[in-house]
């Protein structure tokens, strides 16, 4: 009998999926618009009013510098300028799952995994 649980949780744990990386959630939330690259070419933004901007030059565009949390605002959708595309979704409207808290100048802000993740692939595809 005890075998038979240990193989049932063995198997139950074996069921569980990986979480996507950071790649993967790009790749899904983001590509269709932004393109596989981030250049702003993917294939859903032919025919958008406007053009969706190329990502892996946020940092150049910034003084070399990445600006995490505006781009973690931009993709939540907190703070947007005038200027944005009514075409980009507000992620933070809907359900971005699972948060962690993130501790910046002594205050712990929960923050959604999938948002980090998103902002650490942004990241890694600076120019």
Do not use: W
């Amino acid at each position: 009998m005890r075998v038979l649980i240990i193989l049932s949780v063995l198997g139950l744990s074996a069921c569980v999926d990986e979480p996507p990386t950071p790649r993967e959630t790009y790749l899904t939330e983001c590509a269709g618009c932004h393109g596989r690259d981030g250049r702003g070419n993917g294939p859903a933004a032919r025919g958008l009013e406007t053009a969706p901007p190329d990502l892996t030059m946020i940092a150049a565009r910034n003084g070399g510098a990445f600006p995490r949390n505006q781009v973690m605002s931009t993709i939540d959708g907190l703070d947007r300028g005038a200027h944005f595309s009514a075409a980009m979704p507000e992620f933070g409207a809907g359900d971005l799952g699972e948060t962690v808290i993130v501790e910046a100048d002594g205050l712990g802000t929960p923050t959604p995994v999938k948002l980090l993740a998103l902002a650490d692939y942004l990241e890694s595809i600076q120019q």
